[in-house]
């Protein structure tokens, strides 16, 4: 029993090294990004979509370009709009009615911790200053480009469409959501030289992050059009934090996602796009591209076949998008093609209602099963406390209630351990030179006493799952992200200011220690002693919602073993 529990220990210090040196890599310093050459920062013809299961065929074949797609050194400097409503400040490129410079204003880069500045002030240290600015999801900044593109389709032998290339004309450049106005239009128009016409029309809604994009074909051209409507997101990968020891491929994905009828929710990594161009047909289905804590995808019609795809263009960005089947638009009629654009944090009950399995984007590794309810319990207990740490709490009582038959056979077993532990130092002092015996004479003992030498390492076995689980609900739950507790703990995801909880974490680790028979190898008893000081050390790097559970759970276990090894003694 000793040897199995201490091989239980080992594993489970093994798995916090994995956990630590995966936050670290997620909040860790970042290496410098190469940086792009002006030259390249506009992305070849390339990405733009071919025609499904036509390798190799330009989607431009025969067409000729229009006038107000001007290229070389006489292109004009394209009107930037600027809308902003609520929740975010988009630039939007009037050339292709490009989303570029996405601000989502409720989420800060950093914030103030007035209880740090208090005390730094009070020391006579400066203060740290912040970055206030929000977080920016789409950007034009060649060194992070990430852009929401859309556009037009012609098919073979009809006149041009405008794609995210064309120059469209604009009504103005500012846009600003009224104060008790729930939606917001935003107009580009194009018309080419044969009497083709596409409005395109960006729909924002208050206090929403999915936006409604609309391509109304007017033809007046005197003969048939037809095309197909594309949504894309290119992209320049985020540079890599640098990879530590045993890190276990734990850091949150950075990459692209899918999701299709046939096989659900997928993982489209910038390796797999660069080894092959994806190329699927499904009903309905959506693309995007994840991060930690935010999301962006383009979600097309779910009543239509939509054929999904990937490519890896030549200056080191990657394409991931969708273009609907073609439609005809008769002469001297009109078509209206939608799409729409999700792009904001990550919060499940918020992204249910866009799209289906987009709340899955938020991943718990293979702990999902477990992370769900988890997830549902935490926010059953916001609701009511509106405090996530308060949540924390509820929900660490919640799974000591629904383990608690269980620690308590444990608890019961490890106090008879303890009971009869002199006992079994005297059978290990009278036969220290027949290891046979001595096991034997063990094993009758316990048989004797009922007891389970087993039975202490279920504690431990139960913990490791939740607390794995636990460590991907606050390191993905985009809730958790500067949600403040009480006095000094003003952001739960990452490591306490002061390391107080982790020192408390240290102490109570101790105690319950104490109260756990020790091994009989003095070796192993002195390798057990310094688990509490390994992992005070561990949980200093931790977020503070994880050691806050940890510490929550440690104290409830000190009461509960504590009664159970009373009991016993007492009988």
Sequence with gaps: MDNLRFVLVIVFAMLIVLMMQAWEADYGPKPPVAAIDSKDAEPAREDLPQAYHEPGKSVESGVTPLTPLVTGDQEPANPIITVTTDVIVVEIDSKGGTLRNLDLLDYPVEKDNTAVNTLRAWVGLPVAEKNHAPIRLFNADPDKLFLAQSGLIAGDGDNAAPNHYTLFNIEQQSHTLPLGQDAL???LTWTGNDGLKVTKTFVFKRGRYDITVTQE??????????????SQLLRLPMAESPVGFLTGGMQAFDGGVIYTQQDK??????????????EVSTLGGW??????????????????ENHLYTKALKEGHFVIGSYSPAITVPANSTAKLSSRLYAGPKIQPVMEEVAQGLELTVDYSVLTFIGKPIYWLLNQFHSVTG??????IGVTLCIKLLFFPLSQASFKSMAKMRKIQPRLKDLQERFKDDRMRFNNEMMALYKKEKVNPLGGCLPVLVQIPVFMCLYWVLSETVEFRQAPFIFWIQDLSVEDPFYILPLIMGLTMKIQQSLNPAPIDPVQAKVMRMFPVIFTVFFLFFPAGLVLYWVVNNTLSILQQWYITKSIAAE
């Design 217 to 230: 074909i007017q033809n007046n051209t005197g003969q048939a059009w037809s095309g197909r409507q594309y």
């Design 387 to 392: 405090n996530w740490g308060v949540a924390i």
């Design 287 to 304: 693309t995007g591209m994840i991060q930690h804590y935010f999301a962006s995808a383009w979600i097309p019609p779910l009543d239509q």
């Design 265 to 278: 929710f997928q993982k489209i990594s910038f390796d797999d796009m660069a080894n092959n161009d994806l």
């Design 185 to 187: 239009a935003v107009p």
